[in-house]
């Protein structure tokens, strides 16, 4: 078969051809700027590829209630000229193919959950702390969504009370994506995350933090595994800490596998996006 | 049809008999001693009754993985006798009729869904704040679980700095459950929690941290509704507190429908754990 994939950040789009098997054969990047422009770019690309399917993981928030009358649409976002803009119709009007359609967060963890360290569990469990932080959960093989897609990004944790920093969330100032995403650290800290040292105090607040949102996730939804991704991850040392602050904080109230296999590193690293959008498309077909 | 229920909790079960709706039409109490002495009455009951099917919501921990070869058991607990009893067994042994097996917030959440103040949504949220704190998440009619059942009372909060108290789980010390149990409350006050005038500021701290969970649930589940029951909620004023808080702390992050539609009081009262329990045995038979 031949697939497409649509992996839509804030300042570009990665489309992909490849197989119902997660393997990409070419891709191309496409600047984001308006959905007019962007749009028929991707739209021509995958005209001329004449792909079958195409599967689509964007960024947010986005529409995802298949019996809604704006399924599809990207709902409210400071991204100018996308705030209700109907992504999946734009596509479906010129491609007349079936189009997967869900976030950038939710594809990656599908592509984990099938074919990267989730391969093989119920229940999956992605996170990727990068620019912004936020979630996906898979269980066998269907998003948890509920009126709309999660946001656990912006859980409220505890702050440590040596952090001083007041946080960078415009809705919450201090909650998880607040204080642990990547422009949260480099304003903290007034440099590049990658170049503060790893004893650094501020690496065990992140972790702190990342703990504590895998405690709630884990009392909320009880994953088989908690999967981290997203540019903050790459410092090898911080999934150690997570762990250690992990096992404090939930101070074996209940049952989890062990921690060196339930709190985990991406397995497909910067692929897991397109991976799990083309996985998306070939459902699609299947 | 007739349907029998159980109400499993630390101090007695409720075991009724009842209808395909939900109807009940007697009902016994029985202390809940040793295991072997509480289930031979509960048994006894049921065989001289001669139902079609029973629905058990019980206290937990319990193993609800039907793949497991410990399905049906009682887990860890402090109730001398009960942990790794072999609850659902030992009923299954004595009557060959269908047996449906969850927690107690889990059926009271089901029958809120199905005939109370969830009756027509399809993703419910139910808290319990009683003696304890649980939630059970109901979606189409399905419980959602993965390695094992929700654990939600013991979510990590943010304490209010005014509110002195240090925490009474003896896991986490001040988790929500902790902090906003009855037992919380009375232990805080040295009184009574209906003693408690309604403009004292614990009410106000207890709405808070209830607020918190729900915006976490919020967050990680996207539900339609979140309803609330238990004793601590027979507190009018709470809920506008609650409804408060949440506001403030959401921020108007994600839509949520219209707050005095969305976080509510429970509509079936102390009957909602019967009546869930009939409704899930008369599942089983369907």
């Known amino acids: 078969m031949k697939i497409g994939a649509v992996e839509a950040g804030g300042t570009k789009f990665v489309c992909a051809i490849g197989d119902e098997n997660g393997q990409v054969s070419e891709q191309i990047k496409i600047p984001t700027t308006s959905p007019k422009e962007t749009m028929n770019q991707v739209i021509n690309y995958f005209k001329e590829q004449q792909v079958e399917a195409i599967g689509v993981g964007t960024f947010g928030p986005i529409n995802v209630n298949k019996n809604s009358v704006t399924y599809g649409y990207v709902t409210k976002t400071p991204k ?18 079936p189009i997967s359609f869900t976030t950038d967060v939710n594809a990656a963890g599908y592509g984990e959950a099938v ?7 119920e229940n999956v469990l992605y996170w990727t702390i990068g620019t912004g932080i936020g979630a ?8 948890l969504q509920g009126i709309s897609h999660p946001e656990m990004g912006h859980m409220l944790i505890r702050q440590n009370p040596n952090d001083i920093y007041e946080g960078h969330c415009p809705f919450h100032k201090n909650c998880f994506e607040g ?15 990658v170049e503060l040292d790893q004893n650094d105090p501020v690496w ?15 009392l909320v939804l009880r994953p088989d595994i908690i999967i981290f991704g997203g540019g903050v991850i790459h410092q090898e040392h911080l999934l150690k800490k997570i762990r250690k602050h992990f096992k404090e904080q939930l101070n074996d109230y209940v049952d989890v596998p062990p921690l060196e296999e339930y709190i985990v590193r991406i397995g497909l690293n910067d692929d897991a996006g397109i991976k799990g959008a083309l996985l998306l498309a070939a459902k699609e077909l299947s």
Chains 1, 2 share one sequence.
Do not use: H
């Open 204 to 218: 065990d607040y992140i972790a702190d933090y990342a703990a504590q949102a895998c405690v709630t996730a884990t």
């Open 80 to 97: 100018p000229g996308w705030s209700n803009y109907d992504f999946l119709g734009s596509m479906k009007k010129e491609l007349n193919i």
């Open 136 to 143: 996906g959960y898979v269980q066998n093989g269907e998003f």
């Open 179 to 193: 204080l642990a995403a990547g422009p949260a650290i480099e304003e903290r800290i007034g440099k590049k995350a």
């Open 115 to 121: 074919q990267g360290a989730g391969r093989g569990k």
